[in-house]
């Protein structure tokens, strides 16, 4: 079955510590993003990526980073920089980059100890 | 600011009742989505429309470019349909980029 995983369902932080969750994807899509929700909120973008070893920054990516050197997945790091880590992150992917639908995982929710 | 708004925030109705809930945005648009978040966290594509209307099932969306708002009716509610409801608008930025602005949600409740 095609689809895009994310792991883990839950993440602890600690205090000044990076954090990595994990999105993959084996729907050949070109175009990954990263969302982050908080309650009450629309989703905001974190990065995006259009295309492998090709990444821009969305609107709120201070404090976190990605890689994208394989198609089939777009990991996000949670670094310590990231004041206010705490909320629900989602991942989607689609065919191209914005003007397709897009396919997003089960989420990850992170918490910090 | 391009924002986008929905209404109502929360939606509590009984089954079988036909549910409408509306979104709102503040400039022109290329597309917009709906999508269903189900309790559980997970995210799912309704509909991507630029006009017009589209059905799929029980669930309708409708879009007025003029007026920029869009409806997504669900005809004979059913407690399955308990769920966030979020629109959101793809708009154009320069040189070609797009954009995705989400809104808050709509949370629906259907009682037996």
């Known amino acids: 079955d095609g689809g895009i995983t994310q792991s883990p369902k839950y993440l602890f932080r600690k205090e000044g510590q990076n954090v990595t969750l994990s999105c993959e994807q084996n729907?050949?899509?070109?175009?990954m993003y990263w969302y982050r929700q908080d309650p009450g909120q629309g989703l905001r973008l974190i990065y995006y990526?259009?295309?492998?070893?090709?990444?821009q920054k969305g609107d709120i990516a201070e404090g976190y980073s990605v890689s994208r050197e394989k198609k089939e997945s777009f990991p996000l790091t949670v670094t310590s920089a990231q004041k206010n880590p705490t909320a629900f992150y989602l991942c989607?992917?689609?065919?191209?980059?914005?003007?397709?639908?897009?396919?997003f995982g089960p989420g990850t929710r992170l918490l910090v100890l | 600011k391009n924002e986008v708004e929905q209404s109502p925030q929360n939606l509590t109705a009984q089954e079988g009742e036909f549910i409408t809930i509306n979104c709102s945005y503040s400039?022109?648009?290329?597309?917009l989505h709906w999508l269903q978040q189900h309790p559980g966290g997970g995210i799912v594509s309704l509909f991507m429309?630029?006009?017009g209307k589209k059905k799929h099932g029980r669930l309708i969306a409708t879009i007025n470019i003029q007026e920029k708002h869009s409806s997504l009716h669900i005809t004979a509610s059913h407690p399955r349909d308990s769920a966030v409801y979020i629109c959101?608008?793809?708009?154009?930025?320069?040189?070609?980029?797009?954009?995705?602005?989400f809104g808050q949600g709509t949370r629906l409740t259907i009682n037996p």
């Open positions: 989607a992917s689609s065919i191209l980059a914005w003007r397709e639908t897009q396919y």
């Open positions: 729907l050949n899509h070109d175009a």
């Open positions: 990526s259009q295309i492998v070893n090709d990444f």
């Open positions: 400039v022109g648009i290329s597309a």
């Open positions: 429309l630029s006009s």
């Open positions: 959101a608008v793809r708009f154009a930025l320069i040189q070609g980029a797009q954009k995705l602005v």
